[in-house]
T-cell receptor, first 113, second 113 residues
């Protein structure tokens, strides 16, 4: 069974540009989560999809962040326009609906210059 | 609010035991997790414990939970150089209707030969 995959693995962009991160969850996992770790601090929750619906987006920092999960499969997280403080590692995780364990992807390392 | 605290750094000699500690504030936590992140890699689930358990053992790993003090620890027996990584403690709140995890800052474990 393939794990959670994320693309790209690294992204370096300039302030003001747009970046789109992609996450492919494990097949059959209806729960999909986005998290972020900034500057060596704790990993913080961003949002949670159940299938294509946003269950909880309380962790989204501001309206420059847009997450989608059309069709309930893969998800994208777009940052527009990117700011310096958006630099960090963005993790995606997935799980089955009734499962307590979340499986994490390798993360996308975003650097905004 | 929900908060998870960990010490930032631990250094041990190869063959010694390592004990990584974590405290949390949410008394309604249902599950508590330990994740491991090796350099350049994603988060790997090591083990988890349900809140009504005191201890869980899995090969070299022992998790102890003191629910009264809201204290969780991870003991690694016979620590090896391959155990060098960042270890994250996380809790899932029972008061949340989503599955979001609350993470600590991570403890960097350095294993000296």
């Amino acid at each position: 069974e393939a794990g959670v995959t994320q693309f790209p693995s690294h992204s370096v962009i300039e302030k003001g540009q747009t970046v789109t991160l992609r996450c492919d969850p494990i097949s059959g996992h209806d729960n999909l989560y986005w998290y972020r770790r900034v500057m060596g601090k704790e990993i913080k929750f961003l949002l949670h999809f159940v299938k294509e619906s946003k269950q909880d987006e309380s962790g989204m920092p501001n309206n420059r962040f847009l997450a989608e999960r059309t069709g309930g499969t893969y998800s994208t997280l777009k940052v527009q326009p990117a700011e310096l403080e958006d630099s960090g590692v963005y993790f995606c995780a997935s799980s089955r609906l009734t499962e307590e364990t979340q499986y994490f992807g390798p993360g996308t390392r975003l650097l905004v210059l | 609010g929900e908060d998870v605290e960990q010490s930032l750094f631990l250094s041990v000699r190869e063959g010694d035991s390592s004990v990584i500690n974590c405290t949390y504030t949410d008394s309604s936590s249902t599950y508590l997790y330990w994740y491991k992140q090796e350099p350049g890699a994603g988060l790997q689930l090591l083990t988890y414990i349900f809140s009504n358990m005191d201890m869980k053992q899995d090969q070299r790993l022992t998790v102890l939970l003191n629910k009264k003090d809201k204290h969780l620890s991870l003991r690694i027996a016979d620590t090896q150089t391959g155990d060098s990584a960042i270890y994250f403690c996380a809790e899932k709140s029972g008061s949340s209707n989503t599955g979001k995890l609350i993470f600590g800052q991570g403890t960097t474990l350095q294993v000296k030969p």
